[in-house]
């Protein structure tokens, strides 16, 4: 080869991206197509199989591969000349120029080759300061990774590479933790964490509560934001406990709100027929009669349009009866109703409870309609009392819930990191303590896993030492769960009864009379239907007391119904009768005469027809000429001997 200038370049060039087969130029120069290496990413390539070298005259060149390269190749191009002496100058031989150069290029060559090499290694800046760069003896040095000592910085064992092996594993969780605490994820947040261990102490042993709380947080919320209806329903815990205990009955009596509010709006009425009970009593107990002289009206205006006539009719009352019939009798009292008795006597009995009712119409109103939320109130009396007593402390969960769930999710990595704290600032701040960090890998390991959990931890430090301070509070709560969620799922209702807690009182006060009312329901429904007749009955209680004194004779009069009616279409014979009551009498002396008279009309018709003879008979009898014919002897006789008396 020529004599050529050897070029002060690395002998190195590398290409990246590229496809095909080449060429690929190197800058350096060789001698001989053997004064190169190439590799395909770390695999290193035969000159003619793989490749081949075109030498430039200046010694630079380019290789051509024999199978083309893809995109995500790697070629690499470095020297390659064999470490050896190819020309030996013999004494008092020829030295001739051209041998001396190619040696001399050869060993430039080589050099640089060797300082590239070395350029791919370690070094120590000509500028630093050392004492004792040698390595430490193979037996030390077996099994570990290669440390500096940390005040020298000359080479010295350093961690195993069992411990090394470990690090490696966590490497990942070790930069996890360094992230969350250097401001990558969150600022000191395992400082943070650290500081306030103990509060995370206290919160992992309640996290159940925790837990609980917080999936009951908006009924906490909710409760803690109805607390002064709360407050209020508690501070008549009792009225509401005894408003319970007669919902049944309140809901009566609402139910029945219509005729109690027809009884209380003819209250007046009802206390003037109360102060005639006695005489309504009585009148109840001959209703039927009354009812059937009432449908009788009319006649019962005509009869006594004729009292006087009636009077006198009266004397001969024994004459009379033996005109009427049982039939009449079995209709009258067909025309009595058992409903108008009935209703009499339930007047009657619940008149007390009735004006009780009407002077608290508005009290018993509210309560009934609100009969569900206190019956639910007064079973939860003691709870409410409770969260009320809390409520402050539940406030503090509930704007906390978060990061209160957050931390009782991770509370044992929490406590993991609690306890290996020391360790942890150790790996983040010492590099170099890499075995302390390797026998706590796993804890690095479960605290990077929940690296996210402590940056949030740390974030809510002040919250978490808050929830630790209230600690028994949030068990409180905790165990009080299931009473929080039931008055938060009445909390309008709570609102409900704090607004009518004056009348839930009242309502308490009076709860034997709403009991009643209740239990008479019934009648006071049957009042409230006859309100009309029961103002009718007031207004003419002198009269039903007047009717309640001649109760007998109204019986009397109701009985005898249909002979009234009779009475009355015929009252212009009553008249007449009246008028010859004398004669009435007479004729009843005679009855029965009379009826023997009505047995013999035959015989009365046939001497009717005969009467002229009679008449002469009786003449005859008269001028004694009968008696003479019986001094003769029988009739018969007389008329067959003598002719001198005529024909009979």
Known sequence: ??????????????????????????????????????????????????????????????????????ASDVLTIIGGRELSRTTDFVTAGDLLASSLNEQLDSNVIMTQQLDEKLGRGLFVNPGDVFTDLELPLKDDRKGTVLGFNETTGDPEPGPTLSDVDSLATISADIKTLAEIQDGTVATDAITNVNTIRTDVTTVSGIS??????????????????????????????????????????????VGNETNINAVAGNNANITTVAGINSDVTTVSGISSDV??????????????????????????????????????????????????????????????????????????????????????????????GLVAGSISNVNNVGGSISNVNTVAGSISNVNTVSGDIANVNTVAGVSGDVSTVSGISADVTTVAADGTDI?????????????????????????????????AGISSDVTTVSSISSDVTTVSGIN????????DSADIGTVAGISSNVTTVAGIS???????????????????????????????????????????????????????????????????????????????????????????????????????????
């Open 542 to 648: 002198g009269n039903v007391t007047t009717v309640a004194g001649i109760s007998a004779n109204v019986t009397a009069v109701a009985g005898d119904e249909a002979d009234i009616g009779t009475v009355a279409t015929n009252i212009s014979n009553v008249n007449t009768v009246a008028g010859i009551s004398g004669n009435v009498t007479t004729v009843a002396g005679i009855s029965g005469d009379i009826t023997a008279v009505a047995g013999d009309t035959a015989d009365i018709d046939t001497v009717v027809a005969n009467l002229a003879n009679i008449n002469l008979v009786a003449s005859n009898i008269n001028a004694g000429v009968i008696d003479g014919i019986f001094d003769y002897g029988a009739v018969n006789d007389a008329v067959s001997s003598s002719t001198d008396y005529g024909s009979l």
């Open 512 to 519: 034997v009379a709403v009991s009643a009312v209740a239990a």
């Open 455 to 487: 940056g949030v931890v740390a974030g809510i430090s002040s919250d978490v030492t808050t929830v630790s301070g209230i600690s028994a509070n949030v068990t409180t709560v905790a165990a009080d769960s299931t009473d929080i969620g039931v008055v």
């Open 291 to 384: 009812t059937t002289v009432a449908a009788d009206g009319a006649d019962i205006g005509v009869v006594a349009g004729l009292s006087s006539d009636i009077i006198t009719v009266s004397g001969v009352s024994t004459e009379i009866g033996r005109l009427g019939t049982a039939d009449a009798v079995s209709d009258m009292n067909a025309l009595s109703p058992a409903a108008v008795i009935a209703d009499m006597d339930s007047l009657a009995d619940n008149v007390s409870a009735i004006s009780i009712v009407s002077d608290d119409i508005g009290n018993v109103i509210a309560a009934a309609l609100n009969a569900a939320n206190i019956n639910t109130v007064a079973a939860d009396g003691a709870d409410i």
């Open 208 to 253: 159940s509560n925790v837990t609980t709380v917080a999936g009951n947080t908006s009924n906490i919320n909710t409760v803690a934001g109805n607390n002064a209806n709360i407050t209020t329903v508690a501070g008549i815990s009792t009225d509401v406990t005894t408003v319970s205990g007669i919902s049944s009955n309140v809901t009566s009596v």
């Open 1 to 70: 080869m020529s004599d050529i200038a050897i070029n002060p370049v690395t002998r190195r060039v590398q290409f990246t991206g590229n496809t095909g087969t080449g060429p690929y130029a190197f800058t350096f120069n060789i001698l001989v197509d053997g004064d190169i290496a190439v590799f395909k990413g770390t695999t290193e390539l035969t000159l003619t199989t793989d490749y081949t070298v075109s030498i430039n005259a200046n010694g630079t060149g380019s290789i051509t591969l024999t199978a083309a390269l893809i």
